[in-house]
């Protein structure tokens, strides 16, 4: 069983950059694909930013330019690095991992304030 731990949500003023870290475990086969996801007060949980095993990327529309989504797979870990944060990106991020299921963490807030 995929362990998932996120961390390194926080507050932070709008404009403000922070980065979240995401550390899988506990599978010696391959995995296929890492990536963030979040959901805001209200609203469904959406797709932020995906990397695909071979290093290819995938962001939602109101992150592009702002976020960064890296990995290290000596480490199995992938990171967020949150630019130019608005008050619309408040919310609970959580970590996919993806090998042959899916595995999610418990999440990990982010709030921006005004």
């Known amino acids: 069983q995929v362990h998932v731990v996120e961390s390194g949500g926080g507050l932070v003023q709008a404009g403000g950059s922070l980065r979240l870290s995401c550390a899988a475990s506990?599978?010696?086969?391959?995995?296929?694909?890492m990536g963030w996801y979040r959901r805001a007060p209200g609203k469904q949980r959406e797709l932020v930013a995906i990397i695909i095993r071979g290093g290819s990327t995938n962001y939602a529309d109101s992150v592009k330019g702002r976020f960064t989504i890296s990995g290290d797979n000596a480490k199995n870990t992938v990171y967020l690095q949150m630019n130019s944060l608005k008050l619309a990106d408040t919310a609970v991020y959580y970590c996919l991992t993806v090998v042959y299921g899916d595995s999610w963490g418990q999440g990990t807030q982010v709030t921006v304030s005004s």
């Open positions: 506990g599978s010696s086969d391959s995995i296929n694909a």
